[in-house]
């Protein structure tokens, strides 16, 4: 009997650990969400188009990632009123880093389409994904 019940403690243990997820997937995930609320909160008429990345190439990733920091630091609230919730949702997603593998990119932010911040933060939200 006790046997048994060392077994299922155990049996029960292990499968916790290797259903818990990973720092860096709550991190992505968390950052997912805030780029999702800021779709909704930001300013879309009179905004000033931001540069896009889309499909980077392997080499350009942090590139990319440089171009959609600067970019999200452009953006501005729909209202006055989300100021707080839209700058707590920068301050997040402007978190996201890249590591550099050491390949040189030919690519610069400015060789980017110009597009609207709706979908612009669609871009980013394909990168992380």
């Known amino acids: 009997m006790k046997r048994m019940i060392?077994?299922?403690?155990?049996?029960?243990?292990?499968?916790?650990?290797?259903?818990?997820?990973?720092?860096?997937?709550?991190?992505?995930?968390?950052?997912?969400?805030?780029?999702?609320?800021?779709?909704?909160?930001?300013?879309?008429?009179d905004a000033e188009l931001l540069?896009?990345?889309?499909?980077?190439?392997?080499?350009?990733?942090?590139?990319?990632?440089?171009?959609?920091?600067?970019?999200?630091?452009?953006?501005?609230p729909a209202s006055s009123q989300d100021n707080a919730k839209f700058a707590k949702a920068i301050r997040i997603v402007s978190r996201f880093t890249h590591r550099d593998s050491g390949e040189q990119c030919q690519s610069t932010c400015e060789s980017y389409e110009k597009k609207t911040p709706k979908h612009f933060l669609k871009g980013f939200t394909n990168l992380i994904q």
């Not at 896009?52 to 171009?67: D, F, H, I, M, S």
Request: positive net charge.
């Open 6 to 45: 060392i077994f299922c403690m155990l049996f029960f243990c292990s499968t916790l650990v290797l259903t818990e997820t990973s720092p860096r997937t709550v991190k992505y995930r968390q950052i997912l969400k805030k780029i999702e609320q800021l779709e909704s909160m930001v300013k879309e008429k």
């Open 51 to 76: 540069h896009t990345p889309e499909n980077p190439v392997k080499g350009c990733l942090y590139t990319a990632v440089t171009c959609f920091q600067k970019g999200i630091q452009k953006l501005q």
